[in-house]
């Protein structure tokens, strides 16, 4: 949809990557919504996830999406762009973020992991969970994570939206939870930060990062409607909140 005339100033490079198991499909009915604000929207896939399944192979990692997304910024963003990172996704627009700085103008982490350097995204799960994605990838010959059952984030099992979203949501690749990302603190100079926690219920796992947020005041923080899936369930709602930080009145 073109802009209007009146909003044609608001044209923006704002890149969407989503979290583990999704695709570029998790965003479509977001996208409309920021789209119609004049803004040009991206939802690329990861690869080995979504329709880029058949992409995974034993080398395919954290790196690995870090550079495509990277190289999509070059390639097809004009300027300084938003980065939006929906739970594995805030990792890899820190990565992203941590390399190109410069071209980053702000970075929007929604219900989001926030990568330590050194440390894999295994690790922020609970032990039990790891073991049992560990056991899920031996199952499936090692590569690729099972996707949880959708009732984790709320969706009550039986009804549209759950299975709705049990038929999309693909296996994970491993590698990309057990790699080591290396993360140099240059992502820090991006000049806005922000952290948009999902309201729930449930309560959202990543709550603590939350709280550390709220506390600092290099970021800016907010809760959106909705459980960790509310780009899903909430994508109005959603949208107006990323737009605020996006386009905030003169």
């Given at each position: 949809?073109?802009?209007?005339?009146?909003?044609?100033?608001?044209?923006?490079?704002?890149?969407?990557?989503?979290?583990?198991?999704?695709?570029?499909?998790?965003?479509?009915?977001?996208?409309?919504?920021?789209?119609?604000?004049?803004?040009?929207?991206?939802?690329?896939?990861?690869?080995?996830?979504?329709?880029?399944?058949?992409?995974?192979?034993?080398?395919?990692?954290?790196?690995?999406?870090?550079?495509?997304i990277?190289?999509?910024?070059?390639?097809?963003?004009?300027?300084?762009?938003?980065?939006?990172?929906?739970?594995?996704?805030?990792?890899?627009?820190?990565?992203?973020?941590?390399?190109?700085?410069?071209?980053?103008?702000?970075?929007?982490?929604?219900?989001?992991?926030?990568?330590?350097?050194?440390?894999?995204?295994?690790e922020?799960?609970?032990?039990?969970?790891?073991?049992?994605?560990?056991?899920?990838?031996?199952?499936?010959?090692?590569?690729?994570?099972?996707?949880?059952?959708?009732?984790i984030?709320?969706?009550?099992?039986?009804?549209?939206?759950?299975?709705?979203?049990?038929?999309?949501l693909?296996?994970?690749?491993?590698k990309?939870?057990?790699?080591?990302?290396?993360?140099?603190?240059?992502?820090?100079?991006?000049?806005?930060?922000?952290?948009?926690?999902?309201?729930?219920?449930?309560?959202?796992?990543?709550?603590?990062?939350?709280?550390?947020?709220?506390?600092?005041?290099?970021?800016?923080?907010?809760l959106?409607?909705?459980?960790?899936?509310?780009?899903?369930?909430?994508?109005?709602?959603?949208?107006?909140?990323?737009?605020?930080?996006?386009?905030?009145?003169?």
């Amino acid at each position: 949809m073109p802009p209007e005339s009146g909003t044609a100033h608001l044209r923006h490079d704002i890149v969407l990557v989503h979290g583990g198991w999704h695709g570029g499909w998790a965003w479509e009915r977001l996208v409309p919504h920021l789209a119609s604000a004049g803004h040009r929207v991206h939802k690329p896939t990861l690869a080995g996830l979504g329709d880029r399944a058949a992409e995974l192979d034993e080398r395919l990692g954290w790196q690995t999406h870090v550079d495509e997304i990277a190289r999509h910024l070059q390639e097809r963003c004009q300027g300084a762009v938003t980065l939006v990172g929906h739970s594995y996704g805030g990792s890899v627009i820190t990565g992203v973020a941590d390399r190109l700085p410069a071209r980053v103008a702000r970075l929007i982490y929604l219900d989001a992991v926030i990568p330590i350097d050194g440390v894999p995204g295994m690790e922020s799960f609970p032990p039990e969970r790891q073991a049992a994605m560990r056991a899920g990838a031996l199952a499936l010959g090692g590569l690729r994570v099972p996707p949880p059952d959708p009732s984790i984030w709320g969706f009550e099992p039986g009804t549209p939206e759950h299975r709705q979203l049990q038929e999309r949501l693909t296996p994970h690749p491993l590698k990309v939870m057990t790699d080591a990302p290396r993360i140099s603190g240059r992502w820090l100079s991006v000049p806005h930060k922000h952290y948009l926690m999902a309201a729930g219920p449930p309560v959202s796992r990543f709550v603590d990062l939350y709280a550390q947020r709220v506390r600092d005041p290099a970021w800016t923080t907010g809760l959106v409607e909705g459980s960790h899936e509310m780009m899903w369930t909430h994508p109005r709602q959603l949208a107006a909140a990323l737009l605020a930080l996006i386009s905030p009145p003169d």
